[in-house]
């Protein structure tokens, strides 16, 4: 069972250069999400969706771009790159909004 | 708004004590659901429980243990007799049902050390 796939697991980017995360998952799930994680702040919300077509900004969306064109998919684009991007970024996907989040294994993003 | 607040940035204690974990959440939803997660060093993100607002009954799951309290708007997970294998981060979350969004928002984390 793949459960959420995210890729890549590592990225190294220049400041400005542009790139998408990747996040697929094969539960169809109607919820999923986009978080960052940085030391000492816990899991803050980028961007989610309640289905496909459907997206709608979390705590931190600024600089950050999603669409849900399938149910599978949710890809994360990061405009033009800030040092301040650097994180590790989770992909998550649920059933409804009472059902627990299933995550992927996380992408580690370093913008120099 | 939503709000998750866990107060204990770290914690470290010795093997077999017992340790809480505070979680205080903020809503104005009437039906909410909060949620504990894990992240071991490896750095998964694991989940524990779920509880619902309408079930304020506490939960016991071997040495794991939850106490959900609407009056004071909390929800800590409790370690009874701690292993170092429960060394990890452990988040507190809330998924609110309501119109304005379904979003879950998380709290900054507890990180804690079991020491043998």
């Known amino acids: 069972n793949a459960g959420v796939t995210q890729t890549p697991k590592f990225q190294v980017l220049k400041t400005g250069q542009s790139m998408t995360l990747q996040c697929a998952q094969d539960?169809?799930?109607?919820?999923m999400s986009w978080y960052r994680q940085d030391p000492g702040m816990g899991l803050r919300l980028i961007h989610y969706?309640?289905?496909?077509?459907?997206?709608d900004q979390g705590e931190v969306p600024n600089g950050y771009n999603v669409s849900r064109s399938t149910t599978e998919d949710f890809p994360l684009r990061l405009l033009s790159a800030a040092p301040s991007q650097t994180s590790v970024y989770f992909c998550?996907?649920?059933?409804?909004?009472?059902?627990?989040?299933?995550f992927g294994d996380g992408t580690r993003l370093s913008i120099l | 708004a939503q709000k998750v607040t866990q107060a204990q940035t770290e914690i470290s204690v010795v093997e077999k004590e017992d340790v809480t974990l505070d979680c205080v959440y903020e809503?104005?939803?009437?039906?909410?659901?909060l949620f504990w997660y894990k992240q071991p060093p490896s750095g998964e993100l694991v989940f524990l429980i779920r509880?619902?607002?309408?079930?304020?009954q506490n939960e016991i799951s071997g040495r794991y243990s939850w106490n959900f309290q609407k009056s004071t708007s909390s929800f800590n997970f409790t370690i009874t007799a701690s292993q170092v294998v429960d060394s990890a981060v452990y988040f507190c979350?809330?998924?609110?049902?309501?119109?304005?969004?379904?979003?879950?928002?998380f709290g900054a984390g507890t990180r804690l050390f079991v020491k043998a």
């Open positions: 998550a996907s649920r059933r409804g909004s009472s059902q627990p989040q299933h």
């Open positions: 539960m169809n799930h109607e919820y």
């Open positions: 969706s309640v289905g496909a077509g459907i997206t």
């Open positions: 809503t104005r939803d009437t039906t909410y659901y």
């Open positions: 509880r619902n607002s309408f079930d304020e």
């Open positions: 979350a809330l998924s609110e049902d309501s119109t304005g969004g379904f979003k879950t928002i």
